[in-house]
Nanobody
């Protein structure tokens, strides 16, 4: 099982980034996918989630209207489009796969996003 995040980097405030999380080794289309983030000295927080068929999405209040989660089950990939980035969005971003009824979950290794002048 692998979840590999990519797309992080350094961006100025107001800029955009698109994170990707490529999955392998499990039935991607059966899992709810989520993005979490962890800023220095803080706990890991849920940013956004998307149901297995993509029909239901949820967002943290802090990112509503700025971030969009999406998935491509044919490519086994989940995305996080981040617009209007703020310094407080600086964190390591992780993707997570969850099949709640079977108590299965997997995490990626994370990708750093830094929003700074």
């Amino acid at each position: 099982v692998q979840l590999v995040e990519s797309g992080g980097g350094l961006v100025q405030p107001g800029g955009s980034l698109r994170l990707s999380c490529a999955a392998s080794g499990f039935t991607f289309s059966s899992y709810t996918m989520s993005w979490y983030r962890q800023a220095p000295g803080k706990g890991r927080e849920l940013v956004a989630s998307i149901s297995s068929n993509g029909g239901i999405t949820n967002y943290a209040d802090s990112v509503k209207g700025r971030f969009t989660i999406s998935r491509d089950n044919a490519k086994n990939t989940v995305y996080l489009q981040m617009n209007s980035l703020k310094s407080e969005d600086t964190a390591v971003y992780y993707c997570k796969a969850l099949w709640a009824s079977r108590q299965l979950n997997y995490w990626g290794q994370g990708t750093q996003v830094t929003v700074s002048e």
